[in-house]
Structure formats: C-alpha cells, structure tokens
C-alpha cells in the first residue's frame, strides 16, 4: 500500500480480530518501522516487546474486561520507556512522550500498510493498574512502564473510518484565519 493511502486508511480499530496468527516476519516489519521513526535528540526512548505467545497473550487479555479488539488479538505490540524521564544532557526537560507517538503513529501506519489493524491503547492503561499488571505480565523492571498498547490482526469487519473536518477549517497559509 502506498504511504498516502495508508495513511488515508488508517483508523482506530475496536472490532473483533479473525483467528489468524500475524507471521513474526510481519511484526518484525512493523516494530522496525516504529524504530525508524524520528527521536528526539536521537535518544530512541521508545523500546517494545512483541507478544505472540499464547500463555503471555492470556495473561495480557486477562487484564481487561472481554472488550472484542483485546479478547480475540492474536499479537500485541508493548511500548514502554522509563518511568522517570531523564532529560537531554542539554535540555531541562525530556522527549518520551514525543518519541513514543513518533514511533507508535508510524507503526500504525505500518500496520495498516501491511494490511492489518490496530487501535492505540493509552487511558485506559492508566485505571485499574493495568499498565503495570501488564508490565508484570511481560518481566518489565519496576523502572520501566508500558504507556503504549497496541492489539494487531486482520479485522474481523470492515470498521468505520471517522469523518475529519475539512482541510479548510483547520488549516490555513502563513497566517490564522
């Protein structure tokens, strides 16, 4: 698929997932594309873990409560970086959150490239400790945290794509409105 395609393709997936493996192979493609994305001062904080095994996929969706696009995943891609941020020797603050969305909107799109979907999963990791439940789940060190969860498959259904607003009404040239 062409990237302007993806990209116009691209949506929030939270329907059910066909019974299909996804091939290592393709979830290789699809991390790599997120550490291909653009980092802040080339820090690459984003690191992730690949979960395709049975057992730890269980354990992963017994963490939730039986919602379609969790129950019936059959691969799960982490992101997680520190749980303390640390700052660029040069700057006072750190780029964590920018690097993660860099890195987790590309992936999307490599998903979504490859034919599969996805739906980002970040609030609802910040109730009920499932954030660290899962990092349990996958042997993260208590200074790392999954801030990032993304189930992928071959949607089970064709999903709806939600309607932007016109270009006109959010963009304009070298001065607003």
Same mark, same amino acid.
């Given at each position: 698929?062409?990237?302007?395609?993806?990209?116009?393709?691209?949506?929030?997936?939270?329907?059910?997932?066909?019974?299909?493996?996804?091939?290592?192979?393709?979830?290789?493609?699809?991390?790599?594309?997120?550490?291909?994305?653009?980092?802040?001062?080339?820090?690459?904080?984003?690191?992730?873990?690949?979960?395709?095994?049975? $057992? =730890?996929?269980?354990? @992963?969706? !017994?963490?939730?409560?039986?919602?379609?696009?969790?129950?019936?995943?059959?691969?799960? @891609? !982490?992101?997680?970086?520190?749980?303390?941020?640390?700052? /660029?020797?040069?700057?006072?603050?750190?780029?964590?959150?920018?690097? !993660?969305? !860099? $890195?987790?909107?590309?992936?999307?799109?490599?998903? =979504?490239?490859?034919?599969?979907?996805?739906?980002?999963?970040?609030?609802?990791?910040?109730?009920?400790?499932?954030?660290?439940?899962?990092?349990?789940?996958?042997?993260?060190?208590? $200074?790392?945290?999954?801030?990032?969860?993304?189930?992928?498959?071959?949607? /089970?259904?064709?999903?709806?794509?939600?309607?932007?607003?016109?270009?006109?009404?959010?963009?304009?040239?070298? =001065?607003?409105?």
């Amino acid at each position: 698929m062409e990237l302007f395609e993806a990209i116009a393709q691209r949506y929030s997936y939270r329907g059910a997932f066909e019974q299909k493996p996804v091939p290592e192979e393709d979830l290789r493609k699809i991390v790599q594309a997120g550490l291909d994305a653009p980092s802040g001062k080339n820090l690459q904080t984003t690191q992730f873990i690949i979960i395709n095994d049975p $057992a =730890t996929l269980d354990r @992963i969706k !017994a963490v939730f409560s039986g919602q379609p696009f969790i129950a019936t995943a059959p691969a799960f @891609i !982490a992101a997680f970086y520190d749980v303390e941020e640390q700052a /660029a020797s040069e700057f006072p603050y750190t780029f964590e959150v920018e690097d !993660a969305a !860099a $890195a987790v909107q590309t992936i999307l799109l490599a998903i =979504t490239g490859l034919g599969y979907a996805s739906v980002w999963l970040d609030g609802v990791l910040r109730n009920e400790q499932r954030a660290e439940k899962i990092g349990k789940a996958i042997g993260l060190p208590d $200074a790392k945290k999954v801030r990032i969860l993304l189930p992928v498959g071959v949607a /089970a259904e064709k999903g709806p794509r939600k309607q932007k607003q016109p270009f006109a009404e959010r963009v304009w040239f070298n =001065t607003w409105k």
